[in-house]
């Protein structure tokens, strides 16, 4: 069964501003520390955030100050503002634990961002 699906990716200019949804099930989320991670053509996958098992956040630094992860406890949720973004963010964004399950990576949602 699905245990994380991600969602709320689409086109945006440059300089605007995307939610990401992931949503897991409940027994991924209680136990995990969970994080975003994107992957952009002819790159590797990359970690963009993550959200401790006590859900402290932590960002790589292309995305402090620009990027928050966030969690809703009772809807087994997890968040990623992402804002003043940049043609550089375009890619395939992933939600998974941290780290991650290779069983556990899904479709991912696209982030297009366009100058």
């Known amino acids: 069964q699905v245990q994380l699906a991600e969602s709320g990716g689409h086109l945006v200019q440059a300089g605007g501003s995307l939610r990401l949804t992931c949503v897991a099930s409940k027994n991924v989320f209680k136990i995990n520390a969970m994080g975003w991670y994107r992957q952009a053509p002819g790159k590797q996958r990359e970690l963009v955030a993550f959200?401790?098992?006590?859900?402290?956040?932590s960002y790589e630094g292309y995305g402090k100050g620009r990027f928050t992860i966030s969690t809703d406890n009772v809807k087994n949720t997890v968040y990623l503002q992402m804002d003043s973004l940049e043609s550089e963010d375009t890619a395939l964004y992933y939600c998974?634990?941290?780290?991650?399950?290779?069983?556990?990576w899904g479709r991912g949602t696209q982030v297009t961002v366009s100058s």
């Open positions: 998974n634990t941290v780290p991650p399950l290779e069983n556990y």
């Open positions: 959200i401790s098992r006590d859900r402290k956040p």
